[in-house]
């Protein structure tokens, strides 16, 4: 089983609507969580922070569970500049890098 | 503006003849991290430098070497770049007592010929 699981997509959704990405990890240590988006041809930058009680940035809302493993990003309104692709990351804890996951492609349709 | 700058943007080089691509920051961040990343999948972690000491992955062909003359710089050194190494070579950052969060440049693009 990989260290950290996405639908690697794409979605491709009209302007407007919302849309929710899925991310499931595999250490049950894992300590914390982020997502990081990544333009085309461009390096990923770190969109947001997830914590356990979950966390709202804008049309951004991220959520944890702990006892399933399970990460989630949930876009409202979207826009066109909304399509990337979507990198799910877990921190194991320590001095360990992060683990990335493949990411999920969005692409925003006028 | 602090940042991690990447030299070159672009690199192209022929099957076997040796390659280095040059990470430098200004965020003074003790760690750093070379990543490889080929089209729809992950950026793969290559070594890291937690302050002076290197850390290889396992699965991180002999091929690819590192050097870190300095807290600001980066090296990555391909000695035999074959047609498989083309790929978008990412360099990243981060405080030691921050991991969580990496700043990363903007990516070498290579391409073997």
């Known amino acids: 089983r990989k260290e950290v699981e996405q639908d690697p997509g794409p979605f491709n959704v009209p302007e407007g609507a919302t849309v929710a990405f899925n991310c499931t990890y595999s250490?049950?240590?894992?300590?914390?969580f982020f997502w990081y988006r990544q333009d085309c041809r461009k390096e990923p930058k770190l969109l947001m922070s997830v914590y356990s009680s979950g966390n709202e940035d804008g049309r951004f809302t991220a959520q944890l569970n702990r006892a399933s493993q399970y990460i989630s990003l949930l876009i409202r309104d979207s826009k066109l500049s909304d399509s990337a692709t979507y990198l799910c990351?877990?921190?194991?804890?320590?001095?360990?890098?992060?683990?990335f996951g493949k990411g999920t492609r969005l692409s925003v349709i006028a | 503006d602090a940042m991690v700058i990447q030299n070159p943007r672009y690199q192209v080089t022929q099957f076997g003849k040796p390659v280095t691509l040059s990470c430098s920051q200004t965020l003074n961040h003790n760690v750093m991290y070379w990543y490889q990343q080929k089209s729809s999948q992950a950026p793969k972690l290559l070594f890291h430098y937690y302050d002076k000491d290197f850390n290889n992955e396992a699965d991180t062909p002999d091929n690819f070497q590192s050097r870190r003359p300095n807290t600001s710089f980066c090296f990555l050194d391909i000695r035999s770049p074959g047609l498989g190494d083309a790929a978008m070579y990412l360099c990243?950052?981060?405080?030691?007592?921050?991991?969580?969060?990496?700043?990363f440049g903007p990516g070498t693009r290579l391409l073997v010929l």
């Open positions: 250490n049950s240590a894992s300590q914390s």
């Open positions: 990243a950052t981060s405080l030691g007592s921050r991991p969580e969060t990496q700043y």
């Open positions: 990351v877990v921190n194991v804890g320590g001095n360990t890098p992060l683990v």
